[in-house]
């Protein structure tokens, strides 16, 4: 905290120093160099011992619900994880982080990533790694981690090492040093989106104006989880959550679940929720060829060359009618949830390839039965409706009173 009671804009450069201490100690003088305030960090499993960096492996560990010991136990498997475990609750103890960039392979991405993940979204974080020109969804997962491939390893200084340490230096000391305008002031509203209901959304918004900052998300696993660490985050004070295909997917098998903790952040924050079940008439898989199997005779639609949708049963939407309605118990907040009886997708509708109203209905009474009172409504219009935009504007000016 300075003098004028601004808290600093201090950056942390993660690695470990036992096997890596040159490289941080190298990204962290050129980020100096640049004027960046800088904290190093070890995050070595090899034992306690001091390498030099501002804050040793030991102290860190400390921060584990069991003690230093719980993370130097001697196997290198327990010991990557619960190191992990140990960085997140340091970090978060931190009033000054600003930044964090770490360095390392798939050992040390492995620790320093969860406890990005953590850190809020708008935070900067940088990860140098060598996995990070294969799939980094695990190691990004909902937040904002920019991860830059090494292209060598992470194993001394030369020509390629170098220049790319250098370039991760520099993006962090221009993060800290340079502001980011201020934020819009206006009320953050979370908005689910697939393209089968896009019509919904677009009258939506445009209902609700200029008075607030609408935040949309595709609906596509990602972004799921992405709307609800923000909500987490108390960076968006009111969701509708329109789209919640993510749902089928993942109580069928799909390739865009968002886990089981989808509606989680709502319950845990008591933001004020308008839901409805766009999208729950299909299951997202890639390229036909890649659906498994076990689907042979199913209903498909193919969206594109890479996008196989498959129609969800009776059985299923039921299913995901008992999910959602278990969430919705468990919110604390004021919550509605709107049934469109008219279909739920662009490709639910009379003469439309997905159109099955007892499939519907299915989903529709399963909310019903299962949920509390005075959370479900049945609005008589298609998802795309003008009409059933209207209804969930109203929905949300009523919940946000």
Same mark, same amino acid.
């Given at each position: 905290m300075g003098n004028d009671g601004v808290v600093a804009r201090t950056g942390y450069v993660v690695g470990t120093f036992d096997t890596k201490g040159a490289e941080v100690r190298h990204v962290a003088d050129l980020a100096r160099s640049a004027g960046a305030d800088v904290v190093t960090v070890d995050v070595s499993?090899?034992?306690p011992d001091e390498r030099g960096a501002d804050v040793g492996a030991a102290e860190v560990a400390a921060?584990?619900?069991?003690?230093?010991?719980?993370?130097?136990?001697?196997d290198r498997g327990s010991a990557v994880g619960a190191m992990a475990v140990a960085l997140e609750r340091f970090l978060l103890t931190r009033p000054d982080v600003r930044g964090v960039l770490?360095?390392?392979g798939s050992g040390g991405t492995a620790i320093v990533t969860p406890a990005m993940r953590a850190l809020p979204v708008g935070l900067v974080k940088i990860m140098v790694s060598t996995v990070a020109s294969g799939d980094v969804a695990p190691y990004v997962g909902a937040s904002d981690i920019a991860m830059l491939h090494s292209v060598t390893d992470v194993a001394g200084?030369?020509?390629?090492?170098r220049q790319v340490l250098g370039n991760a230096a520099h993006m962090l000391a221009g993060a800290l040093t340079h502001a980011? &305008? *201020?934020?819009?002031?206006? &009320? *953050?509203v979370g908005v689910t989106m697939f393209g089968v209901t896009t019509a919904c959304v677009t009258a939506v918004l445009e209902r609700l104006g200029d008075g607030v900052d609408p935040l949309v998300f595709h609906a596509t696993g990602t972004g799921g989880r992405s709307m609800e660490k923000l909500v987490d985050d108390g960076l968006i004070g009111s969701v509708l959550d329109l789209t919640t295909t993510e749902v089928a997917d993942l109580l069928v098998g799909g390739v865009m679940a968002a886990g089981q903790d989808r509606l989680g952040a709502i319950a845990r924050t008591g933001v004020p929720y308008v839901g409805s079940c766009g999208a729950l008439d299909m299951v997202n898989f890639g390229a036909r060829d890649t659906v498994p199997a076990a689907f042979a005779g199913r209903l498909f639609y193919e969206h594109n060359a890479q996008v196989t949708l498959m129609r969800t049963t009776v059985e299923e939407n039921a299913a995901a009618g008992r999910f959602l309605a278990a969430k919705l118990n468990a919110c604390t907040g004021s919550v509605r949830f709107l049934?469109?009886?008219g279909g739920v997708s662009a490709l639910d509708?009379?003469?439309?390839p997905f159109h099955d109203p007892d499939a519907d209905e299915a989903l529709f009474a399963a909310l019903e039965q299962d949920t509390r009172p005075g959370v479900v409504v049945r609005v008589p219009h298609h998802v795309n409706d003008p009409e059933f935009a209207d209804a969930v504007v109203a929905a949300w000016r009523e919940v946000l009173t």
């Open positions: 499993t090899s034992g921060h584990h619900p069991g003690g230093a010991g719980a993370v130097f136990t001697g770490g360095l390392g200084l030369n020509r390629i090492s980011v &305008p *201020a934020a819009d002031d206006r &009320p *953050a049934l469109p009886v509708a009379p003469g439309q």
